[in-house]
């Protein structure tokens, strides 16, 4: 069963960036034909990564996990706020997508988009799943 786990740090938006080359890497790293999920993968890093700096602060974290068919991507931030999906954002919106694309990715990719807050109330937890076997299944048909 394939596994893997990397933990990174979010201090300021140059470390977005890395975080979004890290999990492409990481993606194709551990399902190589898997190029949708790495594309996935890339823009839910940019996005929620980005969240979690500006509306959480410095540091946040993101850490990607790898087990059997199944990536985990979960955010963290200081910031006890909750994030609110805005099913109305379009396109050309420059704010309020980031959850809404990462929601979509991970329905596309038959997983899910979960929000929790830490239990001492100083923080929360994003979390979303995709699953690698959909592009086996996409492949093969």
């Known amino acids: 069963m ?26 194709t790293q551990h399902w190589p034909a898997a190029a949708c999920l790495a594309d996935a993968a890339e823009v839910i890093v940019g996005e929620l990564g980005a969240n979690s700096l500006l509306h959480g602060g410095s540091p946040a974290g993101v850490e990607f996990v790898a087990q059997g068919h199944t990536l985990r991507l979960a955010f963290t931030d200081a910031s006890a706020e909750l994030p609110v999906l805005h099913p109305d954002a379009s396109d050309a919106d420059e704010h309020h997508r980031g959850l809404l694309l990462a929601t979509a990715f991970a329905e596309e990719h038959g997983g899910r988009l979960d929000v929790k807050a830490d239990a001492d109330g100083l923080g929360k937890t994003v979390v979303c799943i995709l699953s690698a076997l959909d592009q086996a299944a996409a492949r093969s048909s």
Request: net charge positive; aromatic share 4%.
């Open 2 to 27: 394939l596994s893997g786990r990397v933990t990174l740090s979010l201090a300021a938006a140059d470390d977005v960036g890395a975080a979004r080359r890290r999990a492409r890497t990481f993606v």
